[in-house]
């Protein structure tokens, strides 16, 4: 089969499988090379069958018979363990399309970027740990960093990279996520279905909670950083419900573009696989007259404290955006399992940087050791507060 050689990197969550849906829709432009999961044998295998994928991996390692005998008959090659992920990123293909979530995509990602692919970026969290490793593999082998969020694939379409000082500010657009209209006392009663009930985006369930508590916008804050390098003062966020604008880049001369759109993640995927070209997607067109109005306020920093803990660790750099990641995910993971509830996964990450504080971070083996002690004092944290 001809076409840009595409390699999936989480192919079974919301953004893989909203790409699975775009280029079946492009038959030849894009072949697959290898689709990764981390649980799901089913949808992997169906994902590897419709598309013929040439390696399918699946990170259980338990589940290797399983996706084995799924695929019998295909000439998929099949692998299982956090090495046979690692080693899809590896496998040549023009493209990877990084959808883990979570730090957990950060292996696969560097194997990605070592051989000099170029990378289409959904999984911030990577960038928010690794950020500075990522970005000198990607100098050391040429690899092109093409932003996926939606935020910072509108700032990347509308920046002018040749000129960045010409750059006031980069403006971060939030819906504000289920709860931003919903007081104190009643997010503290929060359930995850609360959480996860998105007024505008349909997502995988640690996004969708990292967007209740303004987390997510300030891990997007961190990742703008990594890709647009305009530092922490020329950065800023501002809340708008309709999520038409994806975000505004203000220039020098009091000029501010915007990339505007529906809210449908198939738009940025596009971009980024077809990059420099553009292509048709089925996405509904936007109809300004239909929305009517277009609203903004500002972020509330006292209900949504997450928020202000993000901007306190980008300015202090060094190891406390990789800490901020790593106690988020373990936060929210315990949400989810319902053992703390949602107020405290924003006091549970608080504690955890006030604990470890923040130290120069260089070099990958500094960054998965800082990593991992997040996570077992994050652990730790949890337990003390487990209801
Ligand atoms: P999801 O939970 O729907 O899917 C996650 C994918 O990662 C699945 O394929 C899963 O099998 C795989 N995975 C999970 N843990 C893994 C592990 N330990 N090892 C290997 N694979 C693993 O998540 P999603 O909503 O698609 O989000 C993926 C990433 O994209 C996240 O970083 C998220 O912040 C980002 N993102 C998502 C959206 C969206 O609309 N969903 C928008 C912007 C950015
Ligand atoms: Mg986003």
């Known amino acids: 089969m001809s076409g840009v050689s595409l390699t999936i990197l989480g192919a ?215 890709l647009f390098d305009v530092g922490p003062d020329r950065l800023d966020v501002i809340v708008h419900p309709q999520s038409v604008v994806h975000s505004m880049v203000e220039y020098v001369d009091g000029s501010v573009l915007a990339q505007m759109g529906t809210p449908d993640m198939r738009i940025p995927i596009a971009y980024a696989l077809a990059w420099p070209e553009r292509v048709e997607t089925p996405c509904a067109r936007l109809d300004l007259a239909a929305i009517g109005n277009l609203s903004f306020e500002a972020p509330d920093l006292e209900r949504f404290p997450a928020l202000a803990l993000a901007w306190a660790a980008l300015r202090a750099g060094g190891s406390a955006p990789c800490i901020l990641n790593a106690a988020n995910e373990v936060a929210v993971a315990a949400f989810i399992a319902g053992q703390v509830g949602f107020l405290d996964i924003a006091d549970i990450v608080a504690a955890v940087l006030d604990r470890l504080g923040s130290a120069p971070l260089e070099g990958l083996e500094a960054v998965l050791a800082a990593d991992s002690a997040a996570r077992r004092t994050t652990e730790a944290v949890v337990k003390e507060r487990a209801r």
């Open 12 to 226: 079974t969550g919301s953004v893989g499988s909203q790409t699975l849906d775009l280029i079946a829709r492009h038959p030849g432009r894009w072949r697959v090379e290898a689709l990764t999961a981390n649980s799901d044998v089913d949808g992997l295998a169906a994902a590897a069958r419709a598309t013929g994928a040439r390696y399918a991996a699946i990170g259980d390692a338990r589940a290797y018979g399983a996706l084995k005998a799924a695929l019998a008959g295909t000439g998929t090659e099949v692998a299982a363990g956090a090495d046979a992920v690692r080693e899809a990123g590896a496998r040549e293909a023009e493209i990877v399309l990084t959808a883990i979530v979570g730090a957990a995509g950060l292996a696969p990602t560097l194997a990605a970027v070592a051989r000099g692919a170029r990378l289409a970026i959904a999984n911030k969290e990577t960038l928010v740990c690794a950020g500075p490793v990522v970005r000198a593999a990607a100098r050391a082998s040429g690899s092109v960093l093409l932003p996926v969020d939606s935020e910072h694939n509108a700032i990347f379409q509308v920046f002018d990279h040749a000129a960045p000082q010409r750059v006031r500010k980069v403006v971060l657009t939030a819906s504000g996520g289920p709860f931003r209209q919903w007081d104190r006392a009643a997010m503290g009663q929060a359930s995850v279905k609360d959480a996860c009930n998105h007024p505008v985006w349909s997502m995988g369930a640690k996004i969708s909670i990292d967007s209740a508590t303004l987390m997510n916008k300030g891990l997007e804050l961190i990742e703008a950083e990594q």
